[in-house]
């Protein structure tokens, strides 16, 4: 079985996380996702809209997420890759580069970007229709 893992906040859930998750599913058998819990978000700068656990119970929900596991802090993912036997690591490409380190352990591959989407330009565009 060939198992992939990817990292994120995954919050406000939308088309270009959902075109991430498919693909990475794709590149193996099982798809296990770090999800960034709401303390390591702050870490991140990121304030998430869904706590950790309401973002977890919308992941489980997906067909192509295997496996939710917390993703506490930056220095975790060699011990996940090790822990769950990962082959593929999977990011967007926004990290290009940022995860080589792991080539060490796995094969590491950075997938496009969906473009026009992000939870920051849902949040944007919201509060524009908020203000009028
Ligand atoms: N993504 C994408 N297209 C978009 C938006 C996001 O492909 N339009 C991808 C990102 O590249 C990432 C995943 O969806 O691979 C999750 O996005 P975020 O929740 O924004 O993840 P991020 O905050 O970048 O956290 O340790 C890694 C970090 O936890 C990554």
Redesign the pocket.
């Known amino acids: 079985m060939k198992k992939v893992i990817?990292?994120?906040?995954?919050?406000l859930l939308?088309f270009?996380?959902v075109?991430?998750l498919r693909r990475a599913r794709e590149l193996g058998d099982y798809l296990i996702v770090?999800l960034?819990t709401d303390e390591?978000n702050k870490g991140?700068h990121?304030e998430a809209y869904h706590s950790y656990e309401n973002r977890k119970l919308i992941l489980e929900s997906i067909r192509y997420v295997d496996e939710v596991i917390p993703?506490q802090t930056?220095d975790q993912?060699i011990q996940d890759v090790i822990k769950h036997n990962v082959d593929i690591f999977?990011?967007?490409?926004?990290?290009e580069g940022k995860f080589d380190f792991l080539k060490d352990y796995c094969e590491v591959i950075y997938?496009?970007?969906?473009?026009?989407?992000?939870?920051t330009k849902i949040k944007t565009d919201l509060n524009m229709v908020k203000n009028g």
């Open positions: 990817t990292y994120g906040t995954y919050d939308h270009g996380h075109n991430l770090g960034s390591f991140k990121k993703e930056w993912k999977v990011m967007g490409d926004d990290w997938l496009p970007r969906t473009v026009g989407i992000s939870t």
